[in-house]
């Protein structure tokens, strides 16, 4: 297969994985950490549970098992998915335009799935063309304040620090928090 079509593959494997951490109760717990971030910046998607990232990474190394993506190319898919997530997660408050909105996800369409109100929509990775396709697209939001409503109404903790967020997330897994 090319490279453009595991790229699509792995980004529709993305878009349903995204969902599945908002939707399921359990992964939700250990996700939302990564979406308790107050201030995106370049360096926001690296904000996750321990616990998430290893389910998500396992997912995407059985997927490229599973179709015969080479060593190489999953390497570069990696690489390629990073870069655009970092800079999906920077704090640009740009608008780049609707054509490249629906080409690309973008700092401003990202942000809107970030937002603390944001409700369900924007869960693509690298092409918003899943959101399109299954109504969860939103292009009309604005770029309002992030985080999580339970923080902002009830002080809910996430954690400061590593262990502190790692720890707190293994307790809301378990409904200990």
């Known amino acids: 297969m090319s490279f453009v079509i595991y790229l699509v593959a792995f980004d529709f494997l993305a878009y349903w994985i995204h969902r599945g951490q908002h939707r399921l109760r359990g992964w939700w717990q250990l996700h939302a950490l990564h979406h308790s971030q107050r201030q995106l910046t370049l360096w926001s ?77 924007n869960y693509g990775v690298l092409l918003p063309w899943w959101d399109m396709m299954f109504g969860t697209a939103r292009f009309d939001l604005g770029t309002g304040p992030t985080g999580l409503m339970d923080q902002i109404t009830h002080q809910r903790d996430y954690g400061r620090g590593l262990w502190a967020q790692q720890r707190l997330g293994f307790k809301r897994l378990f409904e200990k928090a």
Not at 45 to 72: E, K, M, S, T
Not at 79 to 85: D, G, N, T, V, Y
Not at 93 to 104: K, V, Y
């Open 45 to 121: 998607d690296n904000r996750n549970h321990v616990l998430d990232d290893v389910l998500v990474d396992c997912l995407f190394v059985l997927a490229a098992q599973l179709i015969g993506v080479a060593p190489a190319q999953f390497m570069v898919l990696v690489a390629l998915s990073q870069l655009s997530e970092s800079l999906q997660h920077a704090n640009v408050r740009l608008h780049w335009g609707a054509l490249i909105e629906r080409l690309w996800v973008t700092p401003r369409f990202h942000r809107a799935h970030h937002g603390a109100e944001s409700g369900e929509h």
